[in-house]
């Protein structure tokens, strides 16, 4: 069964501060990860995706990292800013799922700090 | 365009009511999910359809869950009756193609609250 843990559960940096968020995964067979965003009310938001055969996307300040063989994804987001407190999550679309299904970890609450 | 649009947005309840909540897809994603977001943790999947034919409900409590999609278009997600653990944000998502990866968007969810 496919365990997908984000670790730290909650995290608070000072504005400025560069931002480095885990994503572990059991089962390597994963077709690919997402990294969502979540804010409080609000549904979430897409923010990178990594196919299975990439070892990274870059869009703006943000970068994920993917490596299948340690089962590990990083997202990191540079020189954080207020703007960017929220609960960050990773979801995974396994190989022998045909339907889209994704499976996501708990997440981490992050708080910047002014 | 428009987004995936959910509601209500909150409700509260007593334990053993029913409750409904309807969702409505961007236009033309064929793909609709239904989500479960219990407080801490991640969105859980109950169920999953393709046009108005279900692909997979395997985490669906069916003996008090239930789910429509008529016409292939909006849907509702029933529980009746209601139990103190299905306190939750419930998050419907769409996609258009489900082969085509990044493609899940996401409404804002229905959070309910059962006393």
């Known amino acids: 069964k496919q365990e997908v843990t984000q670790i730290p559960a909650a995290l608070s940096v000072p504005e400025g501060e560069n931002l480095v968020l885990n994503c572990s995964f059991t089962d390597s067979a994963i077709y690919n990860l997402q990294w969502f965003r979540q804010d409080p009310g609000k549904g979430l938001t897409s923010l990178l995706l990594i196919q299975s055969s990439q070892r990274e996307q870059t869009s703006g300040r943000l970068n994920a990292s993917l490596d299948k063989s340690s089962g590990r994804s990083t997202l990191y987001i540079a020189a954080s800013q207020p703007g960017d407190s929220a609960t960050y999550l990773c979801?995974?679309?396994?190989?022998?799922?045909?339907?889209?299904?994704?499976?996501f970890g708990a997440g981490t609450q992050v708080v910047v700090t002014p | 365009e428009a987004g995936v649009a959910q509601s209500p947005r909150y409700k509260i309840i007593e334990k053993r009511q029913s409750v409904a909540f309807w969702c409505n897809p961007i236009?033309?994603?064929?793909?609709l999910y239904w989500y479960q977001q219990i407080l801490g943790q991640g969105p859980k999947l109950l169920i999953q359809?393709?046009?108005?034919?279900?692909?997979?409900d395997s985490q669906l409590p069916k003996d008090r869950f239930s789910a429509e999609r008529l016409k292939g278009v909006d849907s509702t997600l029933k529980i009746q009756p209601a139990k103190l653990e299905d306190s939750a944000v419930y998050l419907c998502?769409?996609?258009?193609?489900?082969?085509?990866?990044?493609?899940?968007?996401f409404g804002p969810g229905t959070r309910l609250t059962v006393t």
């Open positions: 236009s033309g994603h064929a793909t």
């Open positions: 998502a769409s996609s258009f193609n489900p082969g085509s990866p990044g493609e899940q968007y």
């Open positions: 359809f393709q046009n108005n034919g279900v692909v997979d």
């Open positions: 979801a995974l679309r396994r190989t022998t799922d045909s339907w889209g299904k994704l499976q």
